[in-house]
Each structure stands twice: as structure tokens, then as C-alpha cells.
């Protein structure tokens, strides 16, 4: 199975900081790289496809980028609802692995 | 509009059974790849188990190939998860989500399965 690495596992930043998240897999899987916000309690919500393609609704502070084994996910204005967990997800096989998640703190 | 329910969970002994089923509305199951997802406590999400639209392509993940098995119906709109030969590290909340090549655009509400004596 591809592996998907994410880090930072956890960071703390202001709001109005930009933040970057980066996703590596294990060989390259091209664009087939989706990107979730997870928040307590709740099932995970898509914000980004095919690497760089925002979900519907998703506002445009959020965007991704990269291709082959590395990407990154930038929230460019932190806001106090970003607070969350975010985890990428390579879909270049069905079966389908996610990396192992960032939890984003508002200081 | 697109809803997922799943439905199933609950507290079960090590090497017991359980049964999860997830109602899709707003769609047709049978013309979307489906997938089940794992959450343990406090852990990061696994991908479990997908069946494609047609049906023909079914996969496991390695810590769940063997024990459980995916299925269909497409009368009833649902998606199935058999599980068997349950452990206490399959207890996670379980989601259904729908996708396939880009991403999973819905996901159910998700339901606990709880493995313990």
C-alpha cells in the first residue's frame, strides 16, 4: 500500500497566520491527493481534490498544491473555525490510504 | 440531497460478529464506488474496505482482509459491513463514505462499534 506521511502532526498559530501542512507519499500518485477538516466529534469534511481543486463551499483561504509524492495544504489567514484536524488522502489506488492527520490549534 | 446512515453498532466480545449497514437517500448506490472507514479513539482515520459501482472490484485493507466482508443491496439503497472475528483493535467509529478516484464527497454520521469483554 502507498504510505502518506503528514507533518507537522501538530501545530499552534494566530489567527491571521498562514499555516502549511505537507503530505508525502510513498511513490508518486500524480494529483490523486484529496485533503479532509475533521473536527471533534464530527466525520470528515473534503476540502480539496485532485491536489489543488476546492470542494464546493470551501472558502478560499484554503488551497492546495503539488503533484507525484509531495503536496501541501495553506490556510493563508488562519481563522478561529480552521481550529481542526486535517488529513490528506491518496486515492491514486482504491485502497485508498490517509496520512496520519495535523491537529491545528488557534493560540 | 445526499444523505448517509449508518446503523449496526454497538458493544460486542472479542471474536464476536457484527453487522453495520449504511442507508444512502439522494442517490443510487449502485452507480458510486462506496467505501467503509475506520476511526479508533483518539487515532487517525484508516480506510477499510471499497466496492466499486459495478460491484465487480472489492478490497480490504490488510488489518480487516479475511474477517470482513462488504456487500450491497441495491433494492434496500444500502452498503454492508460484515465483520467477524472481531478484536478489541477494531473498535473505532466506522464511517460509510461515497468516492472513488478523486475523493470521498459525503460521508455517514459514523456509528461505534466497541470490541470488549
Known amino acids: 500500500d502507498i504510505q502518506m506521511t503528514q507533518s507537522p502532526s501538530f501545530l499552534s498559530a494566530s489567527v491571521g497566520d498562514r499555516v502549511t501542512i505537507t503530505c508525502r507519499a510513498s511513490?508518486?500518485?500524480?494529483?490523486?491527493l484529496a485533503w479532509y477538516q475533521q473536527k471533534p466529534g464530527k466525520a470528515p469534511e473534503p476540502l480539496i481534490y485532485?491536489?489543488?481543486t476546492l470542494q464546493s463551499g470551501v472558502p478560499s483561504r484554503f488551497s492546495g498544491s503539488g503533484s507525484g509524492t509531495e503536496f501541501t495544504l495553506t490556510i493563508s489567514s488562519l481563522q478561529p473555525e480552521d481550529s481542526a484536524t486535517y488529513y490528506c488522502?491518496?486515492?491514486?489506488?482504491?485502497?485508498?490510504?490517509f496520512g496520519g492527520g495535523t491537529k491545528v490549534e488557534i493560540k | 440531497e445526499v444523505q448517509l446512515v449508518e446503523s449496526g453498532g454497538g458493544l460486542v466480545q472479542p471474536g464476536g460478529s457484527l453487522r453495520l449497514s449504511c442507508a444512502a437517500s439522494?442517490?443510487?448506490?449502485?452507480?458510486?464506488?462506496m467505501n467503509w472507514v475506520r476511526q479508533a479513539p483518539g487515532k487517525g482515520l484508516e480506510w477499510v474496505s471499497y466496492?466499486?459501482?459495478?460491484?465487480?472490484?472489492?478490497y480490504y485493507g490488510d488489518s480487516v482482509k479475511g474477517r470482513f466482508t462488504i456487500s450491497r443491496d441495491s433494492a434496500k439503497n444500502s452498503l454492508y459491513l460484515q465483520m467477524n472475528s472481531l478484536r478489541a483493535e477494531d473498535t473505532a467509529v466506522y464511517y460509510c463514505?461515497?468516492?472513488?478516484?478523486?475523493?470521498?464527497?459525503?460521508w455517514g454520521q459514523g456509528a461505534l462499534v466497541t470490541v470488549s469483554s
Open positions: 463514505a461515497r468516492g472513488g478516484s478523486w475523493n470521498y464527497g459525503y
Open positions: 439522494g442517490f443510487a448506490l449502485n452507480s458510486y464506488d
Open positions: 466496492i466499486s459501482s459495478s460491484g465487480t472490484m472489492i
Open positions: 511513490q508518486g500518485i500524480s494529483d490523486y
Open positions: 485532485a491536489a489543488s
Open positions: 488522502q491518496q486515492l491514486n489506488s482504491y485502497r485508498a490510504t
